[in-house]
T-cell receptor, first 111, second 114 residues
Framework: EPEVTQTPSHQVTQMGQEVILRCVPI?????FYWYRQILGQKVEFLVS????????KSEIFDDQFSVERPDGSNFTLKIRSTKLEDSAMYFC?????????FGPGTRLTVT | KQEVTQIPAALSVPEGENLVLNCSFT??????LQWFRQDPGKGLTSLLL?????REQTSGRLNASLDKSSGRSTLYIAASQPGDSATYLC?????????????FGQGTTLQVKP
């Protein structure tokens, strides 16, 4: 069964640095999402993406965040200037017929 | 604003017990509801998807029910095994379409003791 993949599995960065988290969605998915989960807290929606455009974003997804689908397969989340509070697991997801399928996540640690 | 609550937050049972995990949501206008399993430090594995028009879904030892009008779903696990130990997350997709975001509950952390 096809799976969503994410790289890297763990990223450590210093405060103020830019990070790019990468995802390869399942090929027949048309809608893509980023979620995050701060340790011990709920999984939170960040942004949804369809047809090369943001379709919805949360209050968390401010100007420091951006998403791209630079080619036909990859889907990226960029954080321009990381803060300590950006430390979390970041999950990429796709949707087909209303079922969410999630990747294994990237653990981002900001020091 | 849609909110999802799961109780209990944690549950510890001996192997072989049948158990029920509860999920409630504040707005009944949902497209579907999905149950996930999350192992420590890992991603989310989809267990069951219930469309708003459905009452229940079954997969192996798992059965999920949905009562949309009362804003409740339950996940029933039969004959629990130590390998079932994980956090179980409930998530609803609000609205009328199949493309919206998922809103998650806090999860129920299950420990099944041998």
């Amino acid at each position: 069964e096809p799976e969503v993949t994410q790289t890297p599995s763990h990223q450590v960065t210093q405060m103020g640095q830019e990070v790019i988290l990468r995802c390869v969605p399942i090929s027949n998915h048309l809608y893509f999402y980023w979620y995050r989960q701060i340790l011990g807290q709920k999984v939170e929606f960040l942004v949804s993406f369809y047809n090369n455009e943001i379709s919805e974003k949360s209050e968390i997804f401010d100007d420091q965040f951006s998403v791209e689908r630079p080619d036909g397969s990859n889907f990226t989340l960029k954080i321009r200037s990381t803060k300590l509070e950006d430390s979390a697991m970041y999950f990429c997801a796709g949707s087909q017929a209303g079922e969410g399928r999630f990747g294994p996540g990237t653990r981002l640690t900001v020091t | 604003k849609q909110e999802v609550t799961q109780i209990p937050a944690a549950l510890s049972v001996p192997e072989g017990e049948n158990l029920v995990l509860n999920c409630s949501f504040t707005d009944s206008a949902i497209y579907n509801l999905q149950w996930f399993r999350q192992d420590p430090g890992k991603g989310l594995t989809s267990l069951l998807l219930i469309q708003s028009s459905q009452r229940e879904q079954t997969s192996g030892r798992l059965n999920a029910s949905l009562d949309k009008s009362s804003g409740r779903s339950t996940l029933y696990i039969a004959a629990s095994q130590p390998g079932d130990s994980a956090t179980y997350l409930c998530a609803v997709r609000p609205g009328s379409g199949n493309t919206g975001k998922l809103i998650f509950g806090q999860g129920t952390t299950l420990q099944v003791k041998p």
